[in-house]
Nanobody, 126 residues
Framework: QVQLVESGGGLVQAGGSLRLSCAAS????????TGWFRQAPGKEREFVAA??????????YYADSVKGRFTISRDNAKNTVYLQMNSLKPEDTAVYFC?????????????????WGQGTQVTVSS
């Protein structure tokens, strides 16, 4: 059984930073794909960032709305994926979820991920 546990959410002022963590058990993240998604009240869950390997090369991909501000990374020894969020805006306010897929390729749609964390709230005040 794969388990994903997110942490690091909280309340921050606009322009501030947060780092989210996604600790995994039951699946080796370096041999699979991991994504971050977010869901604001009344809105659909949307893709934020993904990380995966092609052989020994680590690949990343970002939604246009966060490109240049967010960075996804992975610590293989800790089997943990991070989302560093800088220059936060009020529109970044949402529950953030990490998700895991067996696909080691770019994966941006929710049905392709088979395990999800419980989510962590990020609130950005103006």
């Amino acid at each position: 059984q794969v388990q994903l546990v997110e942490s690091g959410g909280g309340l921050v002022q606009a322009g501030g930073s947060l780092r989210l963590s996604c600790a995994a058990s039951g699946r080796t993240l370096s041999r699979s794909g991991t994504g971050w998604f977010r869901q604001a009240p009344g809105k659909e869950r949307e893709f934020v960032a993904a990380i995966w390997n092609i052989w020994s090369t680590t690949k990343t991909y970002y939604a246009d709305s966060v490109k240049g501000r967010f960075t996804i990374s992975r610590d293989n020894a800790k089997n943990t994926v991070y989302l560093q969020m800088n220059s936060l805006k009020p529109e970044d306010t949402a529950v953030y979820f990490c998700a895991s897929t067996v696909n080691s390729k770019l994966t941006v749609t929710t049905p392709e991920y088979d395990y999800w964390g419980q989510g962590t709230q990020v609130t950005v005040s103006s």
